[in-house]
């Protein structure tokens, strides 16, 4: 292989890494620039996210935890994967929507470390309750094969190698994701810059009391970005579970470098948020290419130097920092 | 010890405080203080000395307790991480999650100094402290120079980041997954074995020499910690919690004093950290996991922050529960045959998240408010009645 | 002689509002400047600029003669600049007396020491002066209150209580009244009075009570959508037809 595929391979596995990354960062983002609320238990959606789209898309067998010892040794619809990339956001949005009612909105007014505690421990009782169910055990994710498939119509073909132009046969699925995260993201981008509700939203990122001054009704838009974060971190959890183990800490490890994603693009930027994934997403994907050793290291490398020469993030306001 | 020698909170640090306004002879004040902190320093020695024995060989008591005396010295040194916790969470307001790299790391640099210099305890527990000072430094100037939420967010990512370098581009010292083991702790002073037990009436009450050397810190962390919390930084960090704002603009260097707060924690987590080491002449990689920065504070606050023994109460509970309770698999109401729960073991994880929450939501100030509350309505029932 | 506070072509943008339009505002020694002006007009703006709260666009502040532009807000308060917040910034959870040893701390021990293991009852300076502070504002006998149980006109004494406490040359006062019944504004008004007496306090007010402002002012300052339209004494803004124009619509004071 040459160095320019080896280039080019790097790149592709950096903005699928990334694409993950960016989902659940675009969420927090726009949960944090707006409501003001540091959401612990974001992880905890991702999870939900990757074991609904498990349990909807495939049917798999359980080996432990409490539905296996009660009898259960498969468990999951069979409907394929689009029905779980249909269906799991919208589960997660109303999951979402009922965290914001029943947990964050008591919480707004309490300071933040109230904040983290209680969706930290929210976090723990999620991911229990799941270890409790369907055991600790990692279960198979396995990649789609077709999407779009329904009835007797065949759909696409989504797994297996594709061949690209100089890399030569490349895992197709990888750039499904890198494909579904653009859309999305593109779609939000879209509706909190050129809708109504974005403005809303972009308002109160600057300024929640000057909004509540003007007299609009913000908790509605409220309710719906805590949702569209969370119906994304339950994407993520759908195209993000093939691709890697699924079990229940899952939800817990994936938010630390969704924070960072977060803090190193700008609180309450999308672009940022973007911007912050891909080049977590590349310098991961390099280093596991260059320095396997390094890989874990290098993202928080990467926040420590952005941090100590642009303590706002890459792309952040310094006048919404809160 | 009583709850108003232990909590030198706004309220009941009054009584001294008052007559220094009033002015009094400041001599007898001096003394009459001295001699609080001295009741304190004293009651806590008293517990120390009396904890194994109730809670491994004492008749009837320990039975029921079913506690051990190795579990009696991981409670103290839990509890040390747990004091200097809870000066950062409870009383500066600073919610870390990245302690987990000041005690993990303490415990490698403490073991990783027994392997290549000197297994001396005592050098041990200076390597381990001084290296968790060091490093609180660093990783303080890095998380505080974004405020609020950030803190934690940024605590969290460093301690990973310690946690991923130990694993792989250190193993070469930590030994990555399998933990650093095969540490051999030398003996006190060139003569005491640590895990010997202590001869005669020391040892019944003690057992080992361990236990005595771990509870010395002890005594000393609480005695340090209720000086820091009665000297003008106890005033501040108090102040910053409040009103960050407005001691910025009374003249305060908020940010130096912030960063000296999660020093002085960091150094506690040191402490308590290369002990770790000492005790279990191991140390596992799961020590720089995030989850042990979770541990303490779940337990500071279950206990509860904001207090100086909560924490500790907090520590003992969790610990107990995680250690004696979770293997009981059908737990009873004592002393009936009611079956409270089936499979304890599996489900009090999730039990503890539960609980967790509701703490955090109904009562911040964790068991050590509660308890605080049932002893004033009991004692205002008293006096209501006389 | 250097005033003791000078602003020079200070101006503030958010964005592409001008907040604070080419101030140049100087406050003498032993002065009572009383800044008015309509809402929106950059008052508070323009003393959040002298604290450091907010970082200028242009322009330059000096205290006694040096630039505090590159200072941080507790640099400023150190320099001697003190101020009042507009609702009670107070520390709810502390005792009154803390509120006041906080501030005097500061003042008397600077903005950062290691004393960590001297207990605090030694620190006689910073007892005195937090007494004394107390004693002034008239809340001695409160001492012992936690600051959160005490009625709002006592938690605006307490506040400015602690901006005494920290022993200024200048005192910013923004709207030391504001949110107040007749009565607690009558008697903060005795307080201020008393204060300026008692220490021969240097201050810079931010009022809205035309009453207050007039009877306590050496000099007042009319701002304008973030620009100074008039100054001079009481009696010479009483009359002047801009500000009437501007500012009071031609209303007679």
């Known amino acids: 292989m040459s160095v320019l595929s080896d280039i080019v391979v790097i790149l592709l596995n950096g903005l699928q890494q990334g694409a993950i990354y960016v989902l659940l960062a675009v969420g927090l983002s726009i949960i944090l620039g707006t409501l003001k609320f540091v959401n612990f238990a974001h992880g905890a959606l991702y999870l939900i996210g990757t074991y609904a789209g498990l349990f909807v898309a495939l049917n798999v067998p359980l080996s432990n935890g409490k539905l296996y010892e009660w009898g259960l040794t498969t468990l999951g619809l069979e409907w394929g994967f689009f029905a779980a990339l249909v269906m799991v956001p919208l589960l997660v949005f109303v999951v979402g929507l009922l965290m914001e009612r029943f947990v964050a909105r008591p919480f707004y007014d309490r300071p933040d470390t109230d904040q983290i505690l209680v969706t930290f421990g929210l976090a723990i009782v999620v991911q229990e309750l799941f270890r409790i169910l369907f055991g600790s055990n990692s279960l198979p994710f396995d990649q789609p094969e077709r999407i779009l498939s329904f009835g007797s119509f065949a759909g696409i073909p989504v797994s297996g190698p594709v061949a690209l132009p100089i890399v030569g046969n490349f895992p197709q699925w990888r750039l499904w994701v890198i494909g579904i995260t653009a859309v999305l993201v593109a779609l939000v981008y879209l509706l909190v810059e050129y809708t109504d509700f974005g403005l809303v939203v972009r308002a109160g990122t600057r300024d929640a009391e000057m909004v509540r001054l003007l007299g609009i009704k913000i908790t509605r838009p409220y309710i719906v970005v805590f949702g569209i974060g969370a119906a994304l971190a339950g994407v993520a959890g759908v195209v993000g579970g093939p691709l890697n183990v699924v079990n229940p800490t899952i939800g817990t490890n994936i938010l630390v470098p969704a924070f960072l994603t977060v803090v190193i693009g700008g609180v309450g930027s999308i672009a940022g948020a973007v911007v912050g994934g891909i080049v977590f997403g590349l310098t991961t994907a390099a280093l596991v290419s260059l320095a396997p050793a390094w890989s874990q290291v290098g993202l928080y490398a990467i926040a420590a130097i952005v941090l100590l020469t642009r303590p706002q993030g890459l792309l952040g306001d310094e006048e919404v920092a809160p | 010890m009583s709850e108003k020698d232990a909590n030198p909170s706004a309220k009941d640090a009054n009584p001294t405080a008052n007559e220094s306004l009033v002015g009094g002879d400041l001599l007898s004040r001096w003394e009459q203080l001295r001699g609080r902190e001295g009741t304190v320093v004293g009651l806590t020695a008293i517990f120390v000395a009396l904890f194994p024995w109730l809670f491994a060989r004492a008749p009837v008591i320990s039975d029921f307790l079913q506690g051990y005396q190795s579990l009696a010295t991981l409670i103290l040194i839990w509890g040390i991480f747990a004091i200097g916790f809870d000066l950062l969470l409870g009383y500066t307001g600073l919610l870390s999650f990245g302690h987990a790299a000041f005690w993990g790391g303490a415990a490698y640099a403490a073991g990783i100094v027994a392997k290549n210099v000197s297994g001396d305890p005592i050098v041990m527990v200076l390597s381990g402290t001084l290296f968790a000072i060091l490093f609180a430094w660093v990783l303080g100037f890095l998380s505080l120079r974004r405020g609020g939420i950030y803190f934690s967010i940024l605590t969290l990512a460093f301690a990973q980041m310690m946690y991923f370098m130990a694993a792989s581009p250190l193993a070469f010292l930590t030994n990555g997954e399998n933990g650093l083991t095969g540490v051999d702790v030398g003996s006190l002073f060139g003569v005491l074995h640590l895990e010997a037990d202590i001869p005669s009436v020391g040892g019944m009450l003690l057992g080992t020499w361990l236990y005595a050397f771990v509870g010395i810190f002890f005594v000393a962390a609480v005695a340090v910690a209720y000086r820091i919390l009665n000297s003008p930084y106890g005033m501040v960090f108090r102040a910053i919690r409040e009103n960050e704002q407005r001691a910025e603009f009374v003249g305060l260097n908020v940010w130096r004093y912030k960063l000296m707060a999660f020093i002085i924690s960091g150094a506690f987590a040191g402490i308590a950290g290369s002990l770790f080491t000492i005790h279990g002449a191991y140390v596992p990689l799961q020590s720089l996991f995030w989850t042990e920065s979770g541990d303490i504070v779940v337990m500071t606050v279950l206990g509860g922050a904001g207090s100086m023994f909560g924490p500790v109460l907090g520590v003992g509970l969790y610990l107990y529960i995680e250690n004696i309770v979770s293997t009981i698999q059908v737990l009873t109401i004592p002393f009936t045959d009611i079956v409270l729960i089936q499979d304890f073991g599996y489900y009090w994880h999730l039990l503890l998240g539960i609980v967790f929450v509701a703490v955090v939501w109904v009562v911040p100030d964790g068991l050590w408010g509660i308890i605080g509350r049932v002893r004033t309505f009991v004692s205002e029932k008293v006096g209501g009645e006389q | ?253």
């Open chain 3, 1 to 253: 002689m250097t005033p003791l506070l000078e602003t020079e072509n200070l101006v503030k943008e958010f964005g592409g509002l001008v907040a604070t339009d080419d101030v140049n505002l100087t406050v003498e020694e032993d002065e009572r400047v009383s800044i008015i002006g309509p809402n929106g007009a950059g008052k508070s703006t323009l003393i959040n600029l002298i604290t450091r709260r907010l970082d200028p666009t242009s322009g330059d502040i000096r205290f006694k003669g040096e630039s505090i532009v590159n200072l941080e807000p507790h640099e400023v308060v150190q320099r001697g600049v003190s101020k009042s917040f507009q609702t009670a910034s107070i520390f709810p959870d502390l005792t009154v007396r803390e509120n006041a040893e906080i501030a005097a701390l500061a003042a008397e021990r600077g903005a950062f020491g290691f004393e960590f293991l001297k207990h605090r009852d030694s620190l006689t300076d910073v007892h005195d002066v937090a007494r004394n502070t107390l004693d002034s504002v008239g809340l001695l006998d409160r001492a012992n209150t936690v600051a959160t149980d005490l009625p709002y006109g006592d938690k605006r004494r307490l506040e400015i209580g602690i901006a005494l406490a920290s022993e200024p040359d200048l005192l910013l006062m923004d709207e030391p009244t504001a949110g107040m019944s007749p009565e607690e504004t009558k008697s903060t008004v005795e307080l201020i009075e008393q204060v300026k007496r008692d220490h021969g306090l240097t201050f810079v007010l931010v009022e809205h009570d035309m009453e207050i402002v007039f009877s306590i002012s050496d000099r007042i300052v009319v701002l304008s959508r973030g620009g100074i339209i008039a100054e001079g004494t009481p009696d010479e803004i009483r009359g002047n037809e801009d500000v009437q124009e501007a500012y009071l619509g031609g209303v007679e004071i």
